[in-house]
């Protein structure tokens, strides 16, 4: 059983930044397809960012020039970097798995693990 746990929300002034972690119980990361996701109350889950197995990031139109996403296989981390900061960002983050990788673009995994989400605000 993977296990999944973000940290790293809260609140955070327009054009400022945030890093959110996503740390795994279990060493799966160096062969594991990792995403984050975003969903506000009334709308559909976004995909905002994903990276696969050998580092092959993607990202939603909406966040590319401004998320980063990366991992630290020691740390059994991923992490998204976000700056410059939208209210339109703001929403519920989860980070989801999938072992095994994919080979293709990493948001369109089948990630079938997720953590319990962290609440990201701007204003």
């Known amino acids: 059983q993977v296990q999944l746990v973000e940290s790293g929300g809260g609140s955070v002034q327009a054009g400022g930044s945030l890093r959110l972690s996503c740390r795994a119980k279990?060493?799966?990361?160096?062969?594991?397809?990792v995403g984050w996701f975003r969903q506000v109350p009334g709308k559909e889950r976004e995909g905002v960012a994903a990276?696969?197995?050998?580092?092959?990031?993607g990202y939603a139109s909406s966040v590319r020039d401004r998320f980063s996403i990366f991992k630290d296989n020691a740390k059994d981390t991923v992490y998204l970097q976000m700056n410059s900061l939208k209210p339109e960002d703001t929403a519920t983050y989860s980070c989801a798995a999938e072992l095994g990788g994919y080979g293709g673009n990493p948001l369109n995994c089948a990630f079938a693990y997720w953590g319990q989400g962290t609440q990201v605000t701007v204003s």
């Open positions: 990276i696969d197995y050998d580092e092959t990031p």
């Open positions: 279990g060493t799966i990361y160096y062969d594991a397809c």
